[in-house]
Each structure stands twice: as C-alpha cells, then as structure tokens.
C-alpha cells in the first residue's frame, strides 16, 4: 500500500514539474536569452548625383589701376551742346574709395546774343576750346552683379562722385566744382563700361553779368585694370 502511495506522489510531482516549465515557457519566463538576430545594414536609400559647376572669379589686377576713354555730349551754359571726349586715370585706395583724374574737352559754339547780333563774337574761335582737369573722389554705393542668361554674372558699381579743378575756357582757367554719378560694368576680369553724368560749374561773366554757369556732361567709356 505505501508503495502505491509513493507512485501516487512521484507522478503528481512530475506533472506539477511539467506544468510550471510549460507555464513559464508560455508566458516567457525563464528560459535561455538567445541574441537576437544580426540585422544587415540597411542599403543607400538616396545616390545624389551632384554636378559640379566651375566658378570663375573675377582677377582683377592687385595694383587696382584704371585708365580709359570716354566720349558724350556736354552742354556749355549759354554756347550750346557739343560732343565731349577725354581720359581718364583712377586709383582704387578699398573696396569702396576711389581717387580718379580727369581731361576732358569740348567746342563751344555760338551764344543765343551772337546768334541774334548778326555777326558780333563774344571770344575768338580758339577761345571756345572747353578744356577740363579735375581731381576727384568717388565712392561705391551699390556694389553687386548683373545676371544676362544663365550662368553669367558680371561685377557692377554704382557710384558717387565729385572734385574739384580748372577749366581754361573763353581766354581763362576757371577753378571748377564737379560732381556727378557713375555706373561701372565689367565686361571682362580687366574691361569695364563706364557710364556718367557730371555737372562742372565754375564762376564766368562773358555775357555782360558774372554768374555759376552750369555744364551737364553725360559720357560713355570703357576702362582697362591694370
């Protein structure tokens, strides 16, 4: 009889043994820890394809010298509009100050009191030379760059100007105040288009009262950095 109660026992223990292993697998207690799976690396999702372009920047020349030509219309208070040409010779001291000098020269012609006269002159014919030096400063305001097209962009500056000088005209050199305003465009890393306007004006009585004669000047030119 105690024989049979034993195997009673032992096989409750079995079956109460596997439960709980059964249990626990079950609700994942217990058990070995296995390493997860090694994920691969995952591919490139995105291959840029980036095409370069080149830049050329403009070199222009360290020593920032520029010397040009220029030719437009003046209109002489009192003697008419002729046609104006010169040099010029400019310094860039920074990126914004520059120093520039100037000659220019234009005929005048004849006065509205010559015109009407019938034939009396009021100066010699070699005393209509309108001839100008000046001395200037100039500042960049509006430095930047103009687009044409695609891809193209060209260094530009607008600019203020203003000095002072001498203008020999009607038989006497005239001491002469100029300011003006300028638009440089560079052609090239050493070309640039100048466009200005200007106004001299200096003391003169040649027509009878002395008074500050007034002479707008609008020119086109063309610069080499050098």
């Known amino acids: ?24 697998s079950l609700f994942g207690f217990g058990g070995r820890d296995e390493p997860p799976p090694s994920a691969e690396p995952p591919g490139q999702v995105i291959d840029p394809q980036v095409e370069r372009r080149e ?53 005048a012609g004849l006065s509205s009191f010559e015109v009407l006269s019938g034939g009396a002159r009021l100066m010699s014919e070699s005393e209509r030379d309108f001839i100008y030096y000046n001395l200037n400063v100039g500042y960049n305001i509006l430095p930047g760059e ?9 260094n530009s500056s607008l600019y203020l100007i203003a000095g002072l000088g001498s203008t020999r005209f009607a038989g ?31 003391d003169i009585d040649v027509i009878g009262e002395e008074k500050t004669a007034q002479n707008p000047e609008g020119h086109l030119g063309f610069t080499v950095f050098f």
Request: charged residues 25%.
């Open 55 to 107: 830049i050329r920047e403009p070199r222009i020349d360290r020593e920032n010298w520029e010397i040009g030509a220029f030719g437009g219309v003046m209109s002489i208070e009192d003697f008419g509009t002729d046609a104006v040409y010169g040099v010029r010779l400019a310094y860039h001291l920074t990126e914004g100050f520059f120093v520039e000098t100037t000659v220019g020269t234009a005929r």
């Open 146 to 154: 103009v687009f044409i097209g695609e891809g193209r962009a060209f």
């Open 1 to 24: 009889m105690e024989s049979r109660i034993r195997i009673l026992f032992l096989i409750a223990a079995i079956v109460s043994l596997s439960g709980c292993a059964a249990t626990k």
């Open 172 to 202: 006497d050199d005239r001491f002469t105040v100029n300011v003006g305003l300028g638009y440089r465009f560079l052609i090239t890393d050493s070309i640039a288009l100048h466009v200005d306007f200007r106004d001299h004006l200096y």
